[in-house]
């Protein structure tokens, strides 16, 4: 059987490649340049093999030279150049890399790695330009050569002039249209920004003839426009450079040159890995929370650079959500990029690196809340909310990475603790780590709920956000010790007077019955309590659900009418009991009216609605008069 080749139809297979696969136009000055400094990079590696060749860095460079009159766009460099079968086999040929080739020939070195592999990125100047030229004159060749294509009806070449080694690219920029406007690909202050956005580690200068504004000599109130070239690009980029090197001047410059955040950042990170994925990463933590960090609008990642192009401005699977606050970027030699270089291949190498960046973010906070306490409960107090549904998130699957690093307000040192800090205090006696939840720490403080605990000497953690408790459910215990809420049912303390109180609830049975007729289904049941010692009255929860919960799970939108189960607890050594006691016997009308105003006093002390605020004062004056 006789093999057939595909054939391809390449006119529209370029018109395809061209339009599909970019989703942005001004990439095209990305590939454009990169393929300069790809070029340039190639002397370089046949200087460290030809003696002959001497590479002195500063004699080379890309230029950019746009012309709006004639409405063209010139790229020119000083690099390796090509001879007429390099134009023909290059640029004649869709996906044909001679960078590729030339990387497989040449060990990359000292990090002067080729950028280009798929062999497409020169033909996405089409999506800008009618026509392209390409006149080169090739290292050790005395020839130059013009290519040139509309990009649909092939390309032409002949011979033309050229006195030094290089390339020089001349796009004719396409008409404008309604919705698209080329011209702004001919404009100083556009290509500055495109520039620094994708190629600002290009190591060659990128220059461009920039205008500037002068007074006029002699005059106070005349400019003139003048023409000066500039260098556009940083160069060299900062994560490349020894840590040693670098003071952290260099890094807040690097924050805000990069536009990461206009804070101060509390914290940065410089990471270098030569293993089986290399990488470099510098990443900040930074001081104050984004004004959009909580809103819908925020995305998070890092920006993610391939060899120092830019490739992605956020690229979000470098970060678990609960380090979204973390801002920087990554550049990778490593990465299987697509031939966008838009959005990755695959992500193995990706991942590897997510999975660095998450431990080694981790353990820097770890470091930060050993060694400057006040900077990290700093960090804390923006951040922390975010730590706490990392450890809920995903039922749980991280909490290990985060326990360690949460901290909660204590009703003994009246600051934020760790839960190492309290578990290493707690007394032999102690079963739980305790908390109470209320709206601040000042309600809290008043919690009836508290007594017990607090006599005992027992630390109380304090939650005031609403996703504490749902957290610490999560996190279920810490070095083995469970969570215990103040306002639950049975609270593991041993008390003397509980066999007394045990026998009073008995005794009382009747009365505790009568009272929980009068409020149905509002509360679970009606009972003595061992928790109150001054105050009279307070509502305990039996089972899961905690008030705190029932409050946050209400008030969101998919609200599915979860219930805490409510117990009303009544202090036997308040005066109070003994008015429900006598009013049980001799007036069961007063006792229901007693019986609400309690169960109401009790709902406003937790914060929750009362259901008829209008019969609460009027059982409020029944009692007056
Ligand atoms: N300015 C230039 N100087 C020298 N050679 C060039 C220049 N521009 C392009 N080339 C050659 O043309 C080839 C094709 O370029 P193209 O941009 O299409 O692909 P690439 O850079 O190899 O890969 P990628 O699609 O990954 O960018 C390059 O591999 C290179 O050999």
């Not at 957290?471 to 639950?488: D, G, H, P, R, T």
């Amino acid at each position: 059987m006789i093999k057939q080749e595909f054939k391809a139809e390449s006119k529209r297979l370029l018109e395809m490649m061209i339009n599909s696969i970019y989703s942005q136009k001004e990439i095209f000055l990305r590939e454009v340049i990169s393929n300069s400094s790809d070029a340039i990079d190639k002397i370089y590696y046949k200087a460290l093999t030809d003696d002959s060749l001497r590479f002195d860095k500063d004699s080379y460079y890309i230029k950019v030279e746009p012309d709006k009159e004639n409405r063209t766009l010139k790229i020119i460099d000083t690099g390796i150049g090509m001879t007429k079968e390099e134009l023909e086999h290059n640029l004649g040929t869709i996906a044909k890399s001679g960078s590729l080739a030339f990387k497989k020939e040449n060990d990359s070195k000292d990090g002067h790695d080729i950028i280009g592999q798929f062999g497409v990125g020169f033909y996405s100047a089409f999506m800008v330009a009618d026509t392209v030229t390409v006149s080169s004159k090739a290292l050790g060749s005395d020839e130059a050569y013009k290519w040139e294509s509309n990009g649909t009806d092939g390309y032409t070449m002949e011979p033309s002039e050229k006195d030094s080694v290089g390339t020089e690219i001349t796009l004719i920029m396409k008409e404008n249209t309604e919705d698209e406007n080329f011209d702004e690909f001919l404009e100083e202050y556009r290509l500055k920004a495109i520039i620094k956005k994708y190629s600002d580690f290009i190591r060659y200068p990128i220059k461009m003839d920039v205008t500037s504004r002068r007074p006029i000599e002699g005059s106070d109130n005349e400019f003139e426009e003048y023409q000066e070239e500039q260098v556009l690009n940083s160069m060299v980029p900062i994560w490349r450079k020894n840590k040693n090197e670098l003071t952290p001047e260099d890094y807040e410059n690097f924050y805000n040159e990069k536009h990461y955040g206009f804070d101060k950042p509390i914290k940065h990170i410089h990471i270098s890995v030569d293993g089986t994925v290399r990488y470099n990463a510098i990443l900040f933590i930074p001081e104050k929370i984004p004004f959009d960090y909580y809103s819908k609008e925020f995305e998070k990642g890092l920006e993610l650079y391939s060899s120092g192009v830019l490739i992605m401005d956020k690229c979000p699977d470098l970060l678990p959500d609960y380090f979204s606050f973390v801002k920087g970027m990554v550049d990778s030699e490593d990465l299987s990029l697509n031939i966008s270089r838009e959005i990755l291949q695959q992500d193995k190498q990706l991942k590897f690196i997510a999975k660095n960046i998450k431990n080694k973010i981790k353990r820097e906070l770890e470091s930060l809340l050993k060694g400057d306490r006040d900077k990290y409960e700093e960090f804390y107090q923006s951040f922390g909310r975010q730590l706490k549904f990392g450890v809920y998130n995903d039922f749980g699957q991280d909490k290990d990475v985060l326990k360690d690093l949460l901290m909660f307000y204590s009703s003994k040192e009246k600051k934020l603790v760790t839960l190492d800090e309290y578990v290493s205090r707690m007394s032999e006696d102690q079963k739980y780590i305790y908390y109470a939840t209320g709206e601040t720490n000042d309600r809290i403080e008043k919690l009836p709920q508290t007594e017990l605990v607090s006599e005992k000497g027992f630390e109380i953690l304090y939650f005031t956000d609403d996703i504490d408790e749902f957290a610490i459910k999560m996190l279920m215990n810490y070095q083995e010790k469970e969570f215990k809420s103040v306002s639950s049912s049975d609270l593991g303390i041993d008390e003397d007077s509980e066999s007394n109180t045990d026998t009073q609830q008995q005794e009382n049975k009747e009365l505790f019955d009568y009272m929980k007729d009068v409020l149905s289904d509002k509360v679970k049941e009606v009972k003595l309590s061992k928790r109150l010692k001054t105050h009279p009255v307070c509502l305990s929860t039996d089972g899961e659900v905690s008030i705190e919960m029932e409050k946050v799970l209400n008030a969101m939108p998919n609200n599915q009418n979860v219930k805490a189960d409510k117990v009303l607890e009544i202090n036997p050594n308040h005066e109070v009991f003994q008015t429900l006691k006598a009013s049980f016997e001799n007036d069961k009308e007063k006792l229901s009216l007693y019986t609400n105003l309690l169960y109401n006093q009790a709902l406003l002390i937790e914060g929750l609605p009362i259901q008829d605020p209008v019969e609460f004062t009027n059982d409020i004056c029944k009692v007056m008069v």
